[in-house]
């Protein structure tokens, strides 16, 4: 699986962006989702969508302001960011999980996810 990423840039303190990520390759997906890091420290997990049940998981410093949705035609992953925080800024990474994956089941450990983007920069200023 390739996985480009791409959508992020500079925003305001409480502006939105839309990152985006495509998917490319025969192997199925079956979960998709979005990490970050920020200098000086690791690779924290922000969304994550089930494919085939639309289930969904937030980190909680993301919940009700960030939103990751899909186009299964697309093969294309989106997350929304609204009420940007400069604690936002960070390279976001997109991720699949092409392991079988039950419709109730979407996981926020890194460990999980085989195939990993390029990561997008997205930075907010106060």
């Known amino acids: 699986v390739q996985l480009q990423a791409s959508g992020g840039g500079l925003a305001q303190a409480g502006g939105s962006l839309r990152l985006s990520c495509s998917a490319s390759?025969?192997?199925?997906?079956?979960?998709m989702a979005w990490f970050r890091q920020a200098p000086g420290k690791g690779r924290e997990f922000v969304a994550a969508?089930?494919?085939?049940?639309?289930?969904?998981a937030y980190a909680d410093s993301v919940k009700a302001r960030f939103t990751i949705s899909r186009d299964n035609a697309k093969s294309t992953v989106y997350l929304q960011m609204n009420s940007l925080r400069p604690e936002d800024t960070a390279l976001y990474y997109c991720?699949?999980?092409?392991?079988?994956?039950?419709?109730?089941?979407?996981?926020?450990?890194?460990?999980?996810?085989?195939?990993w983007g390029q990561g997008t920069q997205v930075t907010v200023s106060s």
């Open positions: 991720a699949a999980r092409d392991t079988h994956t039950i419709l109730t089941y979407v996981p926020q450990e890194r460990d999980q996810y085989k195939s």
């Open positions: 969508i089930n494919l085939r049940s639309s289930g969904t």
């Open positions: 390759g025969r192997t199925r997906i079956f979960v």
